[in-house]
């Protein structure tokens, strides 16, 4: 899903680079970033967003300069790249070039997916794992920043094939991972199936047996709760958020954009809390059912015969069907939900959401809201949670399934869920105590950056120069 | 059979002609999961052969010292069958019968025993053909200091768990343990099980076996609407297993009336309930006489010379002494006598021949030693936990852990019977769960 993160900055790169960091040091370090490897502008963005954000952190604490954390913040600790040869069906031989970028292992072993896509290249692999480092950070959780992949692409090619592929992949990955060491995951292009041939040849060649990948099948050691997990985090950090300013789901009107794992999981836990959920779409359009979505229908529509949303308004009588999906947010409602993807929803749909008196916006998919409709929705005094904080739930039970792993044993789904909720409850109330500490109470934004990058600098000040 | 099943067991056949115990368990395994067969994928796979040959098979010599200074030579195996669910997992046995035909019938069965505990073990398998009785502490104490010599370079905590069988009891475990943490220089205790409580053992696991079987039974007995409250039970043996059996039932309500030994049985119809006589029961074990007549002169009740406890009238039958000790004559009696619930605690108990009549008979309700036997490796696969957390749960606990699994794994074998058409038939149903859960895994992992 982070590769829309990747898409999706394109359009906002503009203003990003007319943005000031507002630090001379770092902007100094800036400039170095791009000298040094001046061929990865997906890294120069994410690198400028970070060090603007972190501005008002680094003015307020000059150790982090004096003591090198911002140099080598944005330096991986380790890049590894290699080749990836393999044969297909009719016997060709291809190759493919392989990349596991280590960013940052100060606050626990390396952690992050790998992405098997044709656009994968140094600049965008670095790009994620930086922020994956941030991200990981704000969970609580004891896991560093890293993230791999390959050009390799999975479409069109046959089981044996993609079989073939992750097993030659392995056969050189091996030798950097381990369960203390770096534990992938998956991300575009590697799925539940990539993840158990990956897993089969690290057991095969390392004989053991251990939690050195995540995403893993329910039958060899995945965790409960994982396909709920997104949405389920979703509303509970999104509660907490309403809680916090007198509000709550109880009898809201609930918008969820998507019918995905991340929008039928929330629109469930949404309903759960009280709130009404009235929308939802696909790629087609959006259905509208005032009294209220019926959860077991749309899984039957999209989990069980994977067909459009349109069915469901051909089934549940009372509900609308629209073609398109922007018009969603004309909907009037009191929580928005965006669960599709990137940048679904643009400057008009903000300006329909404030119209319509919605009090709050959480995102549940990867940076779904436009810069320009995030601006409107925080100037409109709209509670609002960016992505980076509120979806942090899939990789929170990522490391939760670590953490059964090192236990050899399972937890039920009930005890995962209260896990993953307490995670989301501190998630939220870190972002929010980091904000108000530099000056920028109820920003959500600048909050989850501070709080994520505060635990792993201040634990690299703790290490000193290694 | 299927036509791929039956293709795979010749070949074996055809590969290991001698090996009679192995191709046994082999045949009667495919036998029972046919009806879960019907999947084009098993043989592009090539599953089935993978299921039924071990991953990795280890031999090795174990030479050693006794104690007039003679030399002698043994044959050490660890058969590593499948690790598709978790690291290898499984006992090691000390007896002269050993061979690489009865490891591999061990490692077989214990892969599919532990798939359904739903903790994470592979299954395997080990041993030497080393005789432990009349041999001096020291003797024992050198022999296992050898036999680890050879195989500590093949398990690990993440590898392969060894734990206890038949001749290796708690002494041989610390023996083996002592010097794995001597070779390897770190203590890495959830490399063995069955350690004893000072150095990394788990609470419960003395009774784990027997309290494991009633649990089943109780969820077992249960499910009919039913309760084990007044409920009499016979049981044969007094080992272990049969303490287990005889102190948990009394907590749940039922009584056990009968134990054995090669001497005959004993017939207690108050049941042997209450400290006193249970622990009887593990002093009478550890005189070492091999004799259960001691109990009937002790609590003055009558035994029976050479006579098996089947033939007394009960609700609930368990046996738990040895292979193969219960015939056709005996299940012949079982079905006379009305037993409601059959529950094997021992391994493989009964022949072949009667196993099938209990099983295909609608008067009583069976459970194979698969499932219902496996509170003994749950108990083990808990302490790997407890000494991965560096934490050691409380009695409770575990207790409340241990029952937990076995209500499952009655509940997995349960609605496999039931999904596949074979009703109540708990053997096939825990065989078929077994299996999709074991090939499930198999197939995502690749080749």
């Not at chain 1, 809201?252 to 995905?260: C, K, M, Q, R, Y």
């Not at chain 2, 055809?14 to 191709?23: F, G, M, V």
């Not at chain 2, 071990?54 to 030479?63: N, Y």
């Not at chain 2, 209500?407 to 349960?414: C, W």
Request: hydrophobic letters at 40%.
């Amino acid at each position: 899903m982070s590769g829309w993160q990747a898409a999706g900055r394109n359009e906002s790169t503009e203003r990003i680079d007319i943005m000031n960091i507002q630090n001379e040091y770092l902007n100094g370090l800036m400039e170095r970033v791009v000298k040094r490897d001046p061929a990865e502008p997906e890294f120069h963005q994410a690198v400028r967003e970070v060090l603007t954000s972190l501005a008002p952190v680094a003015n307020a604490r000059p150790e982090l300069i004096k003591e090198g954390v911002m140099d080598c913040l944005v330096e991986p600790e380790r890049t590894i790249k290699f080749r990836v040869p393999w044969e297909d069906d009719r016997g060709e031989i291809h190759v493919n070039r392989g990349y596991r970028i280590q960013f940052n292992s100060a606050i626990g072993p390396y952690k992050g997916g790998l992405r098997f896509h044709p656009s994968v290249n140094e600049s965008i692999i670095k790009f994620l794992g930086f922020e994956q480092t941030f991200k990981n950070s704000l969970t609580g959780l004891p896991i560093g920043g890293g993230k791999g992949g390959s050009d390799f692409d999975p479409k069109g090619k046959s089981e044996a094939e993609v079989m073939r592929f992750c097993q030659s992949f392995m056969n050189e990955l091996f030798k950097y991972i381990g369960p203390d060491t770096d534990v992938p995951a998956g991300d575009i292009g590697v799925g539940a199936r990539e993840i158990g041939y990956l897993f089969g040849q690290y057991k095969r060649l390392r004989n053991e047996f251990t939690g050195v990948l995540t995403g893993k099948g329910l039958t060899y050691g995945g965790s409960l709760a994982r396909k709920e997990a997104t949405g389920y985090g979703l509303c509970y950090l999104a509660d907490c958020l309403l809680k916090d300013n007198g509000k709550s789901f109880e009898g809201a009107t609930v918008v969820v954009s998507g019918s995905g794992n991340v929008a039928i999981y929330a629109c469930d836990k949404a309903t759960q809390l009280g709130g009404k959920v009235v929308a939802m779409s696909d790629s087609n359009g959006y259905i509208y059912d005032k009294d209220g979505i019926d959860l077991d229908l749309m899984k039957q529509i999209k989990e069980v015969e994977r067909a459009r949303i349109k069915e469901y308004a051909a089934r549940r009588p009372g509900a609308e069907y629209h073609e398109g999906c922007v018009n969603i947010w004309n909907i009037p409602c009191d929580i928005a939900l965006p669960c599709a993807t990137q940048n679904e929803l643009p400057l008009e749909g903000a300006k329909a959401l404030i119209k319509n008196g919605c009090f709050a916006v959480v995102e549940g998919a990867n940076m779904p809201s436009t810069p320009d409709a995030m601006d409107a929705l925080q100037e409109a005094g709209v509670l609002f949670a960016p992505s980076k904080a509120a979806n942090a739930g899939g990789v929170a039970v990522s490391a939760l399934e670590m953490s059964q792993n090192s236990m050899r044993f399972s937890w039920t789904f009930q005890e995962v869920d209260d896990r993953l909720k307490t995670i989301m409850t501190d998630l939220y109330h870190n972002a929010a105590r980091a904000a108000e500490q530099f000056g920028m109470a109820g920003n959500l934004v600048a909050g989850a950056n501070i709080a994520g990058f505060l635990k792993v600098a201040d634990s690299m000040l703790a290490y000193g120069l290694v | 059979m299927n036509n791929y099943a039956h293709r795979v067991l010749e070949r074996l056949r055809q590969k290991y002609p001698s090996e009679e115990e192995y191709l046994q368990s082999v045949q009667t395994w495919l036998e029972m999961i046919d009806p879960a067969l019907d999947d084009p994928r098993y043989e592009k796979l090539d599953l089935l052969t993978r299921m039924v040959e071990p991953e990795r098979m280890v031999t090795f010599l174990v030479p050693w010292v006794d104690d007039q200074g003679n030399a002698h030579t043994n044959h050490g195996y660890r058969v590593q069958f499948n690790s598709a669910i978790g690291p290898y997992k499984g006992g090691l046995r000390f007896h002269p019968s050993v061979n690489a035909s009865v490891v591999k019938f061990l490692g077989f069965e214990q892969t599919y025993k532990n798939a359904l505990t739903g903790l994470p073990i592979g299954g395997a398998s080990g041993g030497a053909d080393f005789d432990p009785r009349g041999r001096s502490d020291r003797e024992i104490m050198r022999f296992c200091q050898s036999f680890m010599n050879a195989l500590y370079r093949y398990i690990g905590a993440d590898t392969d768990i060894p734990a206890g069988d038949i001749g290796v009891g708690a002494k041989e475990i610390g023996y083996l343990y002592g010097q794995y943490k001597r070779l390897l220089g770190k203590a890495e205790s959830s490399a063995l099980t069955g350690k004893g409580l000072t150095y990394g053992g788990s609470k419960v696991r003395l009774e784990a076996a027997g309290s494991g079987t009633v649990y089943f039974l109780d969820r077992m007995v249960g499910s009919q609407g039913d309760t084990l409250e007044g409920k009499t039970i016979a049981v044969s043996g007094f080992g272990n297993m049969s303490w287990g059996v005889c102190r948990k039932a009394a907590q749940l309500g039922a009584k056990v009336v009968t134990l054995s030994g090669p001497d005959g049985y004993v017939y207690d119809p108050e049941g042997i309930t209450g400290q006193e006589k249970l622990d009887y029961l593990l002093e009478m074990r550890d005189s070492g006489k091999d004799k259960v007549s001691a109990y009937a002169r002790r609590f003055g009740v009558e035994f029976f010379p050479g006579k098996k406890p089947w033939e007394v009238k009960t609700d609930i039958a368990i046996p738990c002494a040895t292979q193969n000790e219960l015939d056709v004559e005996d299940a012949i009696s079982i079905l006379a006598n009305d037993v409601r619930y059959y529950v094997e605690g021992a391994n493989m108990p009964a022949t072949t021949q009667a196993m099938k009549l209990l099983r295909l008979s609608p008067k009583v309700l069976t459970a194979g030693a698969k499932a219902s036997g496996s509170g003994g490796v749950a108990v083990s696969a808990l302490e790997m936990a407890q000494n991965s957390i560096r934490y050691n749960w409380t009695r409770s606990e575990v207790d409340e852990k241990l029952r937990q699994i076995m209500g499952s794994i009655y509940d997995a074998s349960a609605a496999a019977a039931a999904e596949y058409g074979l009703g109540e038939d708990l053997i096939a149903g825990n065989d078929i769960a077994a299996f999709k859960k074991i090939s499930e895994a198999m197939i995502a992992q690749g080749l």
